[in-house]
């Protein structure tokens, strides 16, 4: 049976960029690398929305964000971070385990960061604060944040903003530098349609001054040296070759179909999956004017055991999804719908969706999910 | 024109191990992956020679030796790094980062670690030093340490014994458990014949010990979140799925061929390749006795300009080569013989070696080369 990998990453990769990803290994100190990674280290920065470098590490997300805060900070320093579920929460947890002072501002799972409470706190005490960190789309409750309304929240403030974009960067618009966000850290396994293992940071003019004073021990994560490298097309140590051909490819043709477009559709898509669940009296998670559109959380219904909905939809459709995480766990449940996705998809997941609730004796009428994602894309968005 | 990777690493990867890898994603909770990663981890240990969990993180060697210094140590420890190049200089670069005493012990270029200066450092004030470090094989000039003598020099040394062994595993004979080797860091793009990507880290009971006091920061890189995870078959961040799917097709590939004919392979073909070069009146830069099976370092002789030679193999046989670092530079060449390499590849190497040279306008002898090394080939081992 045919696969579909509807966690909310690694994504599904398209055929082309498996088939480059599987090449041969080259030098990394060879003329052919430094040729393509040079391509590559250029094109992402569209893809970004920025000038700034952008520096690609082996690694996962987790290490993005790591390489973050040991490049940016000192012992003692105080960060505020926005919270509004798991990735929030880890990227606080991060900052804690590297001797910062944190202050969270936590928000109900499902809901999103409030810009006004943000507004609120940086009316008071600001001056200790070093940087504001905010997660764009929080994957475990499905919400994305309005970094521009946040952005635009914080005034005049004079620290670092610092983005972790890992399940939104190539879905979400994010303008990098006409927002200006100092630093954005993603992954290549969500919306870049790229197998995992690389962690890709940009790093702003401000970002940097921010490293030269920085005190926190560091080697791998080290952004200059990464910098320093980056110029002759290099990396300090042994680049992920295939995740860098894989991405080549990848970039090629999300710049091909049109950023704008990638935007639209991943809004029409969620849309339509969004509309497609409501039909078949579902209820969502996350209200629509916050909902991410990269990955969906339903409500699991009271008369739902979730594992059998799991197993149901992996055996009799071969499509695999993602449960709630910690306290969310049996509650929600989370479908992934970025990057290498289209209409079929999302068809083929509603219809295999209402049949397994029928076969599970819910009382749904069949064709009512089916019938409301149809209505989206006849009207498109 | 056909393409020879011949600098060390990383490395060809075989066409089954590439084909492996290139498969489409699957999600890291799901059970599809636990089981595979539950079999990859317990293989792996037969590489590693070792009962110890092997825990396997996304990044490069490096990252897996910074994440060997953070988890064993606190800020102030003392250790002791036996360096014979530029990576047992890296180990203690990365050690003083991380706020470590470093004591090196220097021995010169394309020289091994001689145990007897071992034993005799540890005869007086050792009592400070909570690990020795060590590289197992010096790719940088191309020298094997014995590992086995080392620690027999370590007497009843009460501390860690750290063993770097990047481009040696899966090549060179090391006996984790049965020499005493607490902890042993490799990557995945060398002698394993795996795309890079991958940080292999084993862990003994004692080095697990010294986890528990370690008051370094960590966390993408913590043994002890780590292992929590190996537990259950899973990794706590997203995994680089594509080098999972290919290590484990190459440990196959590995187990199948058996450990000792990996080895016995390795010596045989590095021998040959020495003999070859020597047979051609040029001068190896280390001795017989301690050459490294993976990777043999030439004197560039006086009358050759090395880019030229580089440029020449490049160009007219497509056998891509590497250079020697820092002080080195323009000293030596390095050829890496590890992995997925045959008699085959050698032959070829010599006698494009022997043509490009007469081409450059070098006197040697059409035939001394290749000759010399057919002679190890028809003897055997």
Redesign the interface.
Same mark, same amino acid.
């Given at each position: 049976m045919k696969?579909q990998?509807r966690?909310p990453?690694?994504?599904?990769?398209p055929e082309e960029v498996?088939?480059e990803?599987?090449?041969?290994?080259?030098?990394?100190?060879?003329a052919e690398y430094v040729e393509m990674f040079k391509k590559i280290s250029e094109d992402i920065k569209q893809v970004f929305m920025t000038e700034n470098d952008v520096l690609i590490? /082996? %690694?996962?997300?987790?290490?993005g964000m790591?390489a973050a805060i040991v490049n940016l900070f000192s012992p003692g320093d105080k960060v505020l971070v926005l919270t509004t579920g798991v990735f929030g929460d880890r990227f606080a947890?991060?900052a804690v385990?590297?001797?910062l002072k944190v202050e969270k501002l936590t928000f109900d799972p499902g809901q999103c960061v409030n810009p006004d409470k943000v507004r609120e706190r940086m009316e008071r005490n600001r001056e200790e604060i070093k940087a504001v960190i905010v997660t764009h789309n929080e994957t475990s409750t499905g919400v994305l944040n309005d970094i521009k309304e946040i952005k635009s929240a914080l005034g005049d403030f004079p620290g670092l903003f610092v983005v972790d974009a890992v399940s939104s960067l190539g879905a979400a618009e994010l303008k990098t530098d006409e927002w200006g966000i100092d630093v954005v850290v993603t992954?290549s396994?969500k919306a870049l349609m790229t197998? /995992? %293992?690389l962690a890709l940071i940009s790093v702003s003019e401000k970002a940097w001054r921010a490293c030269e004073s920085s005190k926190?021990?560091?080697?791998?994560w080290s952004f200059v040296r990464a910098r320093e490298y980056l110029k002759k097309g290099q990396n300090?140590?042994?680049?992920?070759?295939?995740?860098i051909y894989a991405l080549k490819e990848a970039v090629r043709m999300i710049l091909e179909e049109g950023l704008d477009n990638v935007f639209l559709r991943h809004r029409k898509l969620s849309k339509a999956f969004r509309h497609g669940i409501r039909g078949m009296g579902l209820e969502l998670f996350a209200r629509d004017e916050i909902a991410s559109p990269t990955v969906t959380a339903v409500k699991i219904p009271e008369n739902l055991n979730f594992n059998n909905f799991k197993k149901r939809l992996k055996t009799d459709f071969n499509i695999?999804i993602?449960g709630g995480q910690k306290e969310l766990k049996n509650k929600i449940f989370r479908f992934g719908h970025m990057g290498y996705i289209d209409e079929k998809d999302i068809l083929a997941c509603i219809s295999a969706i209402e049949i397994c609730l029928k076969n599970l004796g819910l009382s749904i009428k069949i064709g009512s999910g089916i019938i409301a994602a149809e209505e989206i894309l006849i009207k498109g968005e």
């Open positions: 696969k990998l966690v990453g690694p994504t599904e990769v498996l088939r990803s599987s090449k041969q290994m080259i030098g990394h100190r060879s590490f /082996p %690694g996962a997300g987790t290490g790591e947890e991060i385990s590297f001797g992954g396994q197998p /995992p %293992g926190l021990p560091k080697y791998y300090p140590y042994t680049p992920a070759v295939q995740q695999e993602a």
